[in-house]
């Protein structure tokens, strides 16, 4: 009697636990999660976003995903699961055009329920707000004509129909990026390089949010211009004077001079232009200057921009490089000045440029300053027009005191005598800058898809 009392029992907790784990699963009461990454914002073209749905106890049922704007209804995904389906990942493309949506706001609606015998299963829903916006930037030129000379710089102002998330001017390959100066207005400054062909073509390139991209082209003329060419005579004196500079901060520099020289004015004059390319990168988004650039006092000019120097040792040519910066010569250790308002960004060795300053003045602008034989500033300070840097000296490969003074615009060297210049100055950019302030309307170029 005792036995079978405990048999019964013993029969009604299993079926007690089994009914448990057959009912639990069906009874439960936590919804789905549900998770799409990346949230969309804006869509384009086309996006595509990953929906993660899980359930781990009565398992996932079935999933709804809509998009719903006033002119309808679009399903985007409409799924039911067999039981057991505890997890389900899928990837969503939105094609505004093949689903027939409308341009501006549209809502993504995910639903999802469970396997539970509650409410008809647990639901789950999420909802997300975005922007539809198929159509490229609309973006007028407001300065006309662009005249810039092979080797020198010029500077596009643009108004957009929306907010650019990248813009700028494209010369050939180059890419020179535009900075928002309002909400809406743009700055390019850019370069025409001194090897550039005057052929090369030269417009504005524009991308919205959504990566919508128009191509906007403008008035310009690109005047050739003929660079100097240069006898450099590199003697037994100017090897042994200056190439220990070199050996002592780079014990890997071995042989004789002349090789040691060939090593530094070719890998290492590489090496520093990677470099410089980089620094002038750091720049901020604002116009830090004004007026013509200043040019050292009383300097002889010794050297030009774009000089094609040819070296000789012992009437034998032995090289070949461009010299991308004015050399201003005055008195030894002469005051060097920042030559316009702007904020140091590098102040140190630069291998053949020896000591140098170089000032960041916004908006892709650097100018640069080398061989010097003192550095008043450091990185990170801001300067005025004016202001001392440091003094002239022959640090580098530099033959005697004197100043390398460089321009560059988004990492491309450009002619320095074009700043010094006031009328260059106004023509080119004071005028146009000053069409952004008075709110001039766009003379609305067309865009043209890309
Ligand atoms: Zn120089």
């Given at each position: 009697?005792?036995?079978?009392?405990?048999?019964?029992?013993?029969?009604?907790?299993?079926?007690?636990?089994?009914?448990?784990?057959?009912?639990?699963?069906?009874?439960?009461?936590?919804?789905?999660?549900?998770?799409?990454?990346?949230?969309?914002?804006?869509?384009?073209?086309?996006?595509?976003?990953?929906?993660?749905?899980?359930?781990?106890?009565?398992?996932?049922?079935?999933?709804?995903?809509?998009?719903?704007?006033?002119?309808?209804?679009?399903?985007?995904?409409?799924?039911?699961?067999?039981?057991?389906?505890?997890?389900?990942?899928?990837?969503?493309?939105?094609?505004?055009?093949?689903?027939?949506?409308?341009?501006?706001?549209?809502?993504?609606?995910?639903?999802?329920?469970?396997?539970?015998?509650?409410?008809?299963?647990?639901?789950?829903?999420?909802?997300?707000?975005?922007?539809?916006?198929?159509?490229?930037?609309?973006?007028?030129?407001?300065?006309?004509?662009?005249?810039?000379?092979?080797?020198?710089?010029?500077?596009?102002?643009?108004?957009?129909?929306e907010k650019l998330a990248r813009s700028g001017v494209k010369v050939g390959e180059l890419l020179f990026?535009?900075?928002?100066?309002?909400?809406?207005?743009?700055?390019?400054?850019?370069?025409?390089?001194?090897?550039?062909?005057?052929?090369?073509?030269?417009?504005?390139?524009?991308?919205?949010?959504?990566?919508?991209?128009?191509?906007?082209?403008?008035?310009?003329?690109?005047?050739?211009?003929?660079?100097?060419?240069?006898?450099?005579?590199?003697?037994?004196?100017?090897?042994?004077?200056?190439?220990?500079?070199?050996?002592?901060?780079?014990?890997?520099?071995?042989?004789?001079?002349?090789?040691?020289?060939?090593?530094?004015?070719?890998?290492?004059?590489?090496?520093?232009?990677?470099?410089?390319?980089?620094?002038?990168?750091?720049?901020?988004?604002?116009?830090?200057?004004?007026?013509?650039?200043?040019?050292m006092d009383n300097a002889k000019p010794m050297a030009r921009f774009a000089d094609h120097r040819v070296?000789?040792?012992?009437?034998?040519?032995?090289?070949?490089?461009?010299?991308?910066?004015?050399?201003?010569?005055?008195?030894?250790?002469?005051?060097?000045?920042?030559?316009?308002?702007?904020?140091?960004?590098?102040?140190?060795?630069?291998?053949?440029?020896?000591?140098?300053?170089?000032?960041?003045?916004?908006?892709?602008?650097?100018?640069?300053?080398?061989?010097?034989?003192?550095?008043?500033?450091?990185?990170?300070?801001?300067?005025?027009?004016?202001?001392?840097?440091?003094?002239?000296?022959?640090?580098?490969?530099?033959?005697?005191?004197?100043?390398?003074?460089?321009?560059?615009?988004?990492?491309?060297?450009?002619?320095?005598?074009?700043?010094?210049?006031?009328?260059?100055?106004?023509?080119?950019?004071?005028?146009?800058?000053?069409?952004?302030?008075?709110?001039?309307?766009?003379?609305?170029?067309?865009?043209?898809?890309?």
């Amino acid at each position: 009697m005792k036995l079978r009392f405990i048999i019964v029992l013993a029969l009604l907790g299993l079926i007690a636990v089994a009914g448990g784990f057959f009912l639990y699963p069906r009874l439960e009461e936590d919804p789905p999660t549900l998770n799409i990454s990346p949230t969309p914002e804006i869509v384009g073209k086309e996006a595509s976003f990953t929906l993660l749905c899980e359930d781990r106890v009565a398992g996932l049922r079935e999933i709804r995903a809509e998009l719903i704007q006033e002119g309808g209804t679009f399903t985007l995904l409409a799924e039911t699961y067999p039981s057991g389906t505890h997890r389900v990942q899928k990837t969503l493309k939105v094609n505004p055009r093949s689903l027939g949506l409308q341009e501006g706001e549209v809502l993504l609606r995910v639903e999802a329920r469970d396997r539970s015998w509650r409410r008809g299963g647990n639901p789950k829903m999420l909802e997300a707000r975005f922007t539809i916006d198929t159509r490229p930037p609309s973006v007028g030129v407001l300065s006309r004509f662009h005249y810039i000379n092979q080797g020198g710089a010029g500077l596009v102002v643009y108004r957009a129909s929306e907010k650019l998330a990248r813009s700028g001017v494209k010369v050939g390959e180059l890419l020179f990026p535009g900075f928002p100066v309002d909400d809406r207005g743009y700055v390019s400054f850019f370069a025409v390089p001194y090897d550039a062909s005057p052929q090369t073509p030269i417009g504005l390139v524009a991308e919205d949010k959504a990566g919508n991209r128009s191509h906007t082209s403008f008035q310009y003329r690109i005047k050739p211009r003929k660079f100097r060419s240069d006898a450099i005579r590199v003697s037994g004196g100017f090897l042994r004077r200056v190439m220990p500079y070199f050996m002592e901060r780079d014990p890997g520099l071995k042989g004789n001079p002349l090789e040691v020289f060939l090593r530094v004015n070719r890998e290492l004059r590489k090496a520093n232009e990677q470099k410089i390319s980089e620094l002038s990168r750091d720049t901020v988004p604002k116009i830090m200057w004004s007026g013509p650039f200043l040019r050292m006092d009383n300097a002889k000019p010794m050297a030009r921009f774009a000089d094609h120097r040819v070296y000789f040792n012992e009437g034998r040519e032995i090289d070949r490089q461009v010299h991308l910066g004015e050399d201003l010569a005055s008195l030894a250790m002469s005051v060097v000045k920042a030559a316009n308002g702007g904020r140091v960004v590098f102040a140190g060795e630069l291998g053949i440029y020896g000591n140098t300053v170089m000032v960041d003045h916004g908006c892709g602008l650097v100018s640069m300053y080398s061989h010097l034989s003192r550095m008043d500033l450091a990185p990170g300070q801001e300067v005025q027009k004016g202001q001392p840097l440091g003094l002239t000296g022959a640090t580098g490969l530099a033959g005697g005191d004197h100043l390398h003074f460089s321009i560059l615009v988004s990492g491309v060297y450009v002619n320095p005598v074009e700043w010094w210049d006031p009328h260059w100055v106004k023509d080119n950019v004071e005028d146009k800058l000053g069409l952004l302030e008075t709110g001039q309307k766009s003379d609305s170029a067309a865009p043209v898809s890309q």
